[in-house]
């Protein structure tokens, strides 16, 4: 069998296969499905420093090859995590990696202290696609300096590895790529998602309660796969390819543009075995084409 390990900066993972936040609960909500350490990495569901309620229903909504949603970051808050969620979770044999989200430099900073003081929790995912509140509601992600800006004050407290989830929603991804190099992550993740919308034309209203939504599913993943292959030519530091991803071959496809790891997400809504059928197609695939390595394949596209 081919080896999958792979590296992400000090992060190593068993397989490339992660899970996408917001997807996966905290992890036991799966384990009736698939033996959760057979994962690369868990990405848990978006923490914040103080506790959300959500936006109000409905927030998801079907579409065409894909799904709107606006759940709106809802949890109880990084204190409740660690001293609830963390002990539950922290003796899964894989990666447990936290995705911290903020309204403000200082909100992402102390949060993400908060989760570098837990012991098994080797990294986070710095989620810079939330609404900046000082600056009228724009997301942190889709300028280069809002990006550097969460990113120095979250490096200057956490101290393991550092991953950058990249809003889609921009001009030049490539650029905010290297402006979150440039402070000091050590990897980034992509695509968040595409902001959608749907309306009921009966009653002359959007579907979900805020209007618009994140794009998720298989509608999406064109877009992701040009933007990690654009990505990954830009910055030095590995990138993690998420977006639409449903089988192998499309985990295969992500890799080849130069991606070192992926993460599953809306497919787990329809598949709960899907990660590890997945991971199981990513090695057969290798296997019948003579390659040692997932090594072998990251980055090998000839374009």
Request: proline letters at 5%.
């Amino acid at each position: 069998m081919a080896d999958l390990r792979v590296k992400i900066h000090s992060l190593e993972l068993k397989n490339p296969v992660m899970t996408a936040s917001g997807t996966f609960g905290y992890g036991p909500e799966f384990a009736d499905f698939i033996p959760l350490d057979g994962l690369g990495g868990i990405i848990v569901k978006g923490t914040t420093l103080h506790p959300r309620q959500g936006n109000d229903y409905p927030r998801m909504v079907e579409t065409a090859s894909g799904m709107l949603n606006c759940v709106g970051l809802q949890n109880k808050g990084v204190d409740y995590f660690c001293e609830h969620i963390y002990p539950e979770i922290k003796d899964i044999d894989t990666n447990i990696i936290v995705n911290v989200s903020g309204s403000s430099p200082d909100d992402y900073a102390e949060c993400a202290a908060r989760v570098d003081a837990l012991e098994k929790v080797p990294a986070i995912e710095l989620n810079i696609s939330c609404p900046n509140v000082k600056q009228g509601g724009m997301a942190f992600g889709v300028t280069c300096e809002g990006t550097a800006s969460v990113v120095k004050a979250v490096r200057a407290r956490y101290h393991k590895t550092m991953i950058v989830k990249l809003s889609p929603n921009v001009t030049n991804i490539a650029d905010i790529a290297r402006a979150v190099e440039a402070e000091g992550a050590d990897s980034v993740s992509l695509i968040n998602t595409l902001m959608g919308m749907a309306i009921d034309i009966e009653k002359r209203r959007p579907r979900l309660s805020i209007n618009t939504g994140g794009l998720s599913g298989p509608a999406v993943k064109p877009v992701a796969l040009r933007m990690v292959w654009q990505v990954a030519k830009a910055v030095k530091i590995p990138v993690v390819g998420l977006g639409g991803i449903m089988t192998a071959e499309d985990a295969i496809e992500f890799l080849m543009a130069g991606a070192t790891a992926i993460e599953i997400g809306t497919a787990n809504f329809i598949d709960p075995t899907v990660t590890i059928r997945v991971r199981d197609g990513i090695s057969a695939w290798l296997d019948r084409h003579g390659c040692q390595s997932v090594q072998d394949i990251i980055g090998a596209l000839e374009a």
